[in-house]
T-cell receptor, first 116, second 109 residues
Framework: DTAVSQTPKYLVTQMGNDKSIKCEQNLGHDTMYWYKQDSKKFLKIMFSYNNKELIINETVPNRFSPKSPDKAHLNLHINSLELGDSAVYFC???????????????FGEGSWLTVV | GQSLEQPSEVTAVEGAIVQINCTYQTSGFYGLSWYQQHDGGAPTFLSYNALDGLEETGRFSSFLSRSDSYGYLLLQELQMKDSASYFCAVSPAGTALIFGKGTTLSVSS
């Protein structure tokens, strides 16, 4: 029943490792996002996909690579993890109406990434 | 670029009324949204203003003045469960929401 689900919820890993976070939405939305929330709670857009096409790619290290196999899934792969990557990563989705994103964005529960 | 300014913290007591202000500078504008986030939880949608004026949803209301690039979230009859972070957000290009840095509301008894 979960609208936007992401796994894993918690992830502790060592510097230099590669990890992935998976996200799925069952709302029928055509737009999906990855947001990063740091320790100061600042929510920053990383990527946005519309119908599997990348439409936003903010200034994010190229160690971060999103992949959207279909419009219901948007996964995030992170290479060579660094201490500064520790954060909460939120997947989200919304509808795009008339070329503009509806302002109601539905967030997943977040993935707590800790790099040690 | 775009920026949103909101107070970092607000404190109040149960039953009180609190107003959280948000001023924004953005190249494009598709409305002002408000989101609530409890500690350890996900942000959830509260309200959206596309046009000037007041939108009311139960104990919460949101106001927008596009000419002043300003909005606020009004929380009435505060309850302990309203203790959370509140974010204003805009969508400059209509493609994704850009969030303010959040206001932490602490409600005490």
């Amino acid at each position: 029943d979960t609208a936007v689900s992401q796994t894993p919820k918690y992830l502790v890993t060592q510097m230099g490792n590669d990890k992935s976070i998976k996200c799925e939405q069952n709302l029928g939305h055509d737009t999906m996002y990855w947001y990063k929330q740091d320790s100061k709670k600042f929510l920053k857009i990383m990527f946005s996909y519309n119908n599997k096409e990348l439409i936003i790619n903010e200034t994010v290290p190229n160690r971060f690579s999103p992949k959207s196999p279909d419009k219901a899934h948007l996964n995030l792969h992170i290479n060579s993890l660094e201490l500064g990557d520790s954060a909460v990563y939120f997947c989200a989705s919304s509808r795009m109406v008339g070329g503009a994103t509806r302002n109601t964005i539905y967030f997943g529960e977040g993935s707590w990434l800790t790099v040690v | 670029g775009q920026s949103l300014e909101q107070p970092s913290e607000v404190t109040a007591v149960e039953g009180a009324i609190v107003q959280i202000n948000c001023t924004y500078q953005t190249s494009g504008f598709y409305g002002l949204s408000w989101y609530q986030q409890h500690d350890g939880g996900a942000p959830t949608f509260l309200s959206y203003n596309a046009l000037d004026g007041l939108e009311e949803t139960g104990r919460f209301s949101s106001f927008l003045s596009r000419s002043d690039s300003y909005g606020y979230l009004l929380l009435q009859e505060l309850q302990m469960k309203d203790s959370a972070s509140y974010f204003c957000a805009v969508s400059p290009a209509g493609t994704a929401l850009i969030f303010g840095k959040g206001t932490t509301l602490s409600v005490s008894s």
